[in-house]
């Protein structure tokens, strides 16, 4: 009893592999997969056995020729751990002044500078709907044109 257990945990720190058979001409199933080399030798008869397991087992490189490769390949039993990145954490950048000591409007000013006229024009009537009531239409009589010079230096 204790001989079998050995032997089942000696097969389960092994690696699993498989023989994948790509069929270069074959449109219909072009893919095969083979529990191992000596199933795939015994139902294609044409192909070497010791020739394949040479390329397969000391270069660890594929069987390829004109009309087939074959590799070997190990079966992912379990999902792939994540290498674990730092955690990061979002540091709030704030800063505390008194509304009259902010002194904001010069970086409000470049930034709106920096955006295009239509997103300045659909923020301004955003700005004035929300003190709109519902059907209210804005007074345009009142709208007085100025030009902004901004004092950028």
């Not at 074959?70 to 800063?95: H, Y």
Request: with cysteine; glycine share 0%; hydrophobic share 35%.
């Amino acid at each position: 009893m204790i001989l079998i257990f050995v032997q089942m945990k000696s097969r389960k720190c092994q690696t699993k592999r498989v023989i994948v058979v790509f069929w270069k001409k074959k449109q219909e199933q072009p893919f095969e997969i083979f529990l191992n080399l000596k199933n795939f030798c015994q139902s294609y008869p044409q192909y070497n056995y010791n020739t394949i397991s040479n390329y397969l087992s000391k270069a660890k490189m594929a069987y390829d020729n004109q009309e087939i490769r074959i590799e070997r390949k190990d079966v992912i039993s379990k999902p792939k751990t994540i290498a674990k990145t730092e955690i990061r954490q979002i540091v709030p950048v704030l800063r505390r002044v008194m509304m009259k000591d902010a002194k904001d409007e010069q970086h409000d000013m470049e930034y709106w500078l920096s955006k295009p006229v239509k997103e300045r024009a659909a923020a301004v009537t955003f700005i004035i709907s929300q003190s709109l009531q519902k059907g209210q239409r804005m007074d345009k009589t009142k709208v007085v044109k100025k030009s902004i010079h901004s004092n950028l230096s």
